[in-house]
C-alpha cells in the first residue's frame, strides 16, 4: 500500500489529512490502525467509532496485540462507545494476559457495556459536591477549580459523558454565582516567584524541568522534587505483581503462574536492590542510583537489598565491600539484605547447563579480541551438537581449558546489534568467597537479571546504558521459565570538571596529583563526604535533578547550592582568622580578657552560644586593613573605622607598624563602644588567645567542563589538572572549637563553611573549606 493509500484510509476514520500525515510518521500506530479498519466495515462505523479506533491504536500494548480484533468489532458495535470504556478494556486484557478464552462476559461488565447515566443522576450528583465546595466557592468565585467537583463526579458516575459533567458543573456554578463580574474577568494577581536553590546553573543539561528523552516504559521526565520520597512518590513505575502492564515486557505461557507464586513469596512489596562491582570507591554518580533504588522502595514501603556484583575475582578487595556498604549507610539507608552475586554461583550453573540443554547457549572458542565490537565475525562454533558444549562447559569448570580459550555464548542478538553475549568466561583467580570451588565466572549480562529473579526484585532500576541488555535480561529469564522482574532504566549522572572513572582516578593518584580515593578534590563519595559534604545535601542534590531519561551533566556549583542549604542551618558559627594581622589595644578599657558571649547561630540565638575572651591583643584577617584603601572599601583604613563582631567595640586605628621589608605587621588602634562611637560601615571577625589550626582550601581539579573529551582537551585529562589546587594555612581559631570531632561541621564567620579532616589529632587540628559563602566576604 502507497503512503498515500494509507493516507486515504486513516481519513475515512474521521482523520484530517495533516492528521493522517504525521499519524504516517508512527509506523507502531499505523500498522496498528491498519490492523484494526481490517477487522471493521469501515464504510458503515457509527459517528466518532473511527476516532475510538484510532484511540485504540495508540493506547494497546503489544502484550495485548492479539486482541485488537476484538476491541476493535466491540468499538464498532458501539459497545464501547467512548475512551473511558476503551481504556477499561485495556486495562481487562492486560490483567487477564494469559488467559486463552477471555470471559466475554466479565470483560463487558468491567467496561460498563450498557451502563447508562441519566441527565438527572449527573444533576444529582454535581449538586452533592456543589453543597461540599459552597463556601470556598462563594469566596475564591470563579477562581475556584471547578476540576475537583468534575474529578469527583465521575469518581462516582464512572460510566457518565465528560462533556455531560462538565456542562452540568459550569450551569450550577452560574446559577449559584451569577453572571461573571468585573472583577472575575480581571487578571488573577501572580504569586511571588520563591527562589530556587542552584538558580545560577539554569543551563545546566540536566537540570529540573528540561525536556530529555524518555526512560524504558516511558517514564517520561520527572522535575526535581526537595526530597526523595516526595520525588519518589512522583515514578510512574507499575504496581508489583502488574510486571506485563509495562511496555516491552515480554509474556509467556507461564508469566501468570510465576507472577502468582511470586507475589506469595513478596506478600506484594516493592523489592529493589542496588549491585555495584565491588572494584572500586562510589561516586557522585552511584549517589543517585543509591537514593533511587533504596528511596524508591522506602517511599512504597517496600525493602532494598545491598548485592555485591562480586563476578570478577581479578579486581574485588576487601576495603572496597567495606567503602560500599558505609557510603549505603552513611546516605542514611539500610540494606534489607546484604547478598552476592557469588551466593548463587551454583544455581547460576546449574541454568546455565539447562541453556545448553535447550540449545540456547554454546561453548564458543573465539578469542576476546575477536568478538569485540559491533561487527565481530559470526561464530564457527555456534551450532555445535548440544552434547559437545556440555562436555565442553563441564571440562571449563573443571579447569581443562586454558583461561581465554573458551567461552560459554547466548544465542541472542541485543538491541545494538551486538551477537550474542559471553555467559561463562574462565579466571584462574581464587575468590574472596568462593576459594578456588571455581575457575570459570559469570557476565554481568548473564548474572544480574537472574539474581534479581532469585531475590523477587519487583522494579530492576538502572541507568540508560543498560537499556540495550534489555532484551537480553527479559529473554534470559523466560528461557529458564523463572520469574521476571521489569528492568527500567534512567539517565546516569555525571558532573563537570572532574572524572569518576576508576582508571582514572588511579591515574591521578599515581601521578601524585591527587593523594587517594577520598582526596576531597575528587567526587568519590568518600571525598566528598572528608571535605565535609553532607549526606543529607547530596540527598537532596539528587531529589532536585529529578529522575529523567537523559544522560545529565551538572556543574558542580549545584551541588555546592545544595551543601550550603543544609550546613547553613546545621553548621554553628565559629571566628577564625586565616591571614592573621595583630592588632594592639592601646586604651584596653579592663585588666584583664573581657568573655564574649557568641551564638552558634546568630539568626537563631536559642540554638545556643559559645564563649570566647577579648584581651588587649587580638587578630584580624589581613584583608581587613590596607592602608591605602580603593573606592567603597569598607573595612578598617588610618581614617575609617571598623566594628568587632560580637564584642561590641569599634576600633580605630593610631599607628601602622611595619616590617624592615616595608609590609603592615602590626596595628595600634583605641577601641569604643559601639554605644558610644560612630555606627562603622563594616564590621569584622576576630579572635583573641587563640589556638592555632591548619586550614586546607580546594580549588577545582580542572580546567576544562569535560576534561575526558579529546575535542575539549586533546592532550588528554592529566594536562587539563589546575596548578595549586591545594593551599594549606596556619590559622588562628578562637578556643570554642578545640575538642571538635572528625567530620564536625562548622561556619568561619565570613570565609566559609569548613569540617574537621580525618588527619586532624587533638594537639593538630585540620579542616577542609567544604565550600565558600555566597555572599562575597569583601564587603
Avoid at 477471555?102 to 441527565?119: A, K
Avoid at 461540599?132 to 465521575?154: C, D, H, P, T, W
Avoid at 582516578?505 to 567526587?523: H, T
Avoid at 529523567?548 to 555546592?560: F, Q, R
Amino acid at each position: 500500500m502507497t503512503p498515500e493509500e494509507t493516507i486515504e484510509k486513516l481519513r475515512l476514520l474521521g482523520l484530517s489529512e495533516q492528521k493522517a500525515k504525521e499519524t504516517l510518521k508512527n509506523a507502531k500506530v499505523t500498522k496498528y490502525l491498519l490492523a484494526a479498519i481490517s477487522e471493521v466495515e469501515i464504510e458503515k462505523i457509527p459517528n466518532g467509532a473511527g476516532l475510538l479506533l484510532y484511540h485504540l491504536a495508540t493506547k494497546i500494548k503489544p502484550q495485548t496485540e492479539s486482541r485488537l480484533p476484538l476491541i476493535s468489532k466491540y468499538i464498532a458495535s458501539e459497545k464501547l462507545d467512548s475512551t473511558l470504556r476503551v481504556d477499561a478494556a485495556l486495562d481487562f486484557l492486560l490483567s487477564h494476559i494469559n488467559e486463552e478464552n477471555i470471559n466475554l462476559v466479565d470483560l463487558e461488565n468491567f467496561c460498563g457495556v450498557g451502563v447508562s447515566v441519566t441527565p438527572e443522576q449527573v444533576e444529582k450528583a454535581v449538586e452533592k459536591q456543589m453543597a461540599k465546595y459552597k463556601q470556598e466557592l462563594v469566596e475564591k468565585r470563579y477562581r475556584f477549580n471547578s476540576g475537583i467537583i468534575m474529578q469527583a463526579v465521575r469518581a462516582e458516575l464512572k460510566w457518565a459523558d465528560g462533556k455531560a459533567i462538565q456542562n452540568e458543573v459550569a450551569v450550577q456554578i452560574l446559577d449559584l454565582l451569577g453572571p461573571k463580574t468585573e472583577v472575575d474577568l480581571a487578571p488573577a494577581p501572580k504569586p511571588e516567584k520563591k527562589p530556587k536553590s542552584g538558580d545560577g546553573n539554569k543551563k545546566n543539561e540536566a537540570t529540573p524541568g528540561n525536556k530529555e528523552s524518555q526512560v524504558s516504559a516511558t517514564i517520561g521526565d520527572i522535575g526535581g522534587a526537595t526530597s526523595m520520597p516526595e520525588l519518589m512518590k512522583k515514578l510512574p513505575f507499575h504496581t508489583p505483581g502488574e510486571n506485563y502492564k509495562t511496555d516491552g515486557y515480554v509474556v509467556t505461557p507461564n508469566t501468570k503462574k510465576l507472577i502468582e507464586e511470586h507475589l506469595k513469596i513478596t506478600s506484594g512489596k516493592v523489592r529493589t536492590r542496588f549491585p555495584p562491582e565491588p572494584n572500586g570507591i562510589l561516586h557522585i554518580g552511584h549517589a543517585k542510583a543509591i537514593n533511587i533504588n533504596f528511596g524508591y522502595a522506602a517511599a512504597h514501603d517496600g525493602i532494598c537489598f545491598l548485592r555485591y556484583d562480586d563476578t570478577n575475582p581479578e579486581k574485588e578487595e576487601e576495603k572496597f565491600f567495606v567503602g560500599i556498604k558505609d557510603m549505603v549507610e552513611w546516605l542514611g539507608y539500610k540494606p534489607y539484605k546484604i547478598t552476592h552475586s557469588s551466593d548463587y554461583f551454583d544455581q547460576l550453573y546449574e541454568w546455565a547447563v539447562k541453556l545448553i540443554k535447550k540449545d540456547l547457549a554454546y561453548v564458543c572458542h573465539q578469542k576476546s579480541e575477536e568478538i569485540k565490537g559491533f561487527n565481530p565475525p559470526p561464530s564457527p562454533w555456534r551450532n555445535r551438537p548440544v552434547e559437545e558444549s556440555l562436555q565442553l562447559f563441564e571440562d571449563m569448570k573443571n579447569g581443562k581449558i586454558d583461561e581465554g580459550d573458551a567461552t560459554l555464548r547466548m544465542k541472542i542478538t541485543l538491541e545494538e546489534g551486538k551477537q550474542d553475549p559471553v555467559a561463562y568466561r574462565i579466571k584462574f583467580k581464587p575468590h574472596h568467597r568462593t576459594g578456588n570451588k571455581w575457575c570459570i565466572y559469570p557476565t554481568y549480562d548473564y548474572t544480574h537479571c537472574l539474581c534479581d529473579s532469585i531475590e523477587h526484585i519487583t522494579h530492576s532500576l538502572c541507568t540508560k546504558e543498560f537499556q540495550s541488555r534489555r532484551s537480553s535480561y527479559y529473554w534470559l529469564c523466560n528461557a529458564l521459565d523463572i520469574y521476571c522482574p521489569v528492568q527500567w532504566e534512567y539517565g546516569r549522572l555525571n558532573v563537570n570538571y572532574t572524572v569518576v572513572s576508576k582508571r582514572k582516578i588511579g591515574k591521578l593518584i599515581e601521578e601524585g596529583i591527587v593523594k587517594d580515593w577520598d582526596d576531597p578534590r575528587l567526587f568519590t563519595l568518600t571525598a566528598l563526604r572528608r571535605r565535609g559534604v553532607p549526606a543529607a545535601a547530596v540527598n537532596s542534590f539528587c531529589a532536585a535533578l529529578g529522575v529523567t531519561g537523559a544522560v545529565g551533566a551538572v556543574d558542580p556549583g549545584m551541588l555546592d547550592a545544595a551543601v550550603r542549604d543544609v550546613l547553613n542551618v546545621t553548621a554553628p558559627r565559629v571566628m577564625v582568622v586565616l591571614e592573621p594581622l595583630k592588632v594592639t589595644i592601646t586604651n584596653f578599657p579592663s585588666d584583664k580578657p573581657i568573655p564574649v558571649q557568641v551564638p552558634d547561630f546568630p539568626n537563631e540565638p536559642e540554638k545556643g552560644s559559645h564563649n570566647i575572651v577579648l584581651d588587649r591583643v587580638l587578630y584580624i584577617e589581613a584583608t581587613d586593613f590596607k592602608e591605602q584603601p580603593e573606592k567603597g572599601y569598607r573595612r578598617l583604613t588610618p581614617t575609617q573605622s571598623v566594628g568587632l563582631r560580637h564584642a561590641g567595640y569599634v576600633l580605630k586605628v593610631t599607628k601602622v607598624v611595619k616590617d624592615t621589608a616595608g609590609n603592615v605587621s602590626e596595628l595600634e588602634c583605641t577601641a569604643q563602644s559601639t554605644e558610644s562611637s560612630e555606627k562603622p560601615k563594616a564590621f569584622v571577625h576576630w579572635v583573641s588567645q587563640p589556638t592555632t589550626v591548619q586550614v586546607r582550601l580546594y580549588e577545582p581539579l580542572f580546567k576544562h567542563k569535560n576534561p575526558e573529551d579529546p575535542a575539549e582537551v586533546p592532550s588528554g585529562f592529566l594536562s587539563d589538572c589546575r596548578q595549586d589546587t591545594l593551599k594549606v594555612m596556619a590559622a588562628y581559631a578562637d578556643t570554642s572549637i578545640k575538642g571538635a570531632k572528625i567530620f564536625d561541621k562548622f561556619q568561619f564567620e565570613r570565609i566559609g563553611f569548613f569540617s574537621v579532616d580525618t588527619d586532624s589529632i587533638p594537639t593538630k587540628m585540620v579542616f577542609n573549606r567544604t565550600v565558600s559563602l555566597k555572599e562575597d566576604a569583601g564587603k
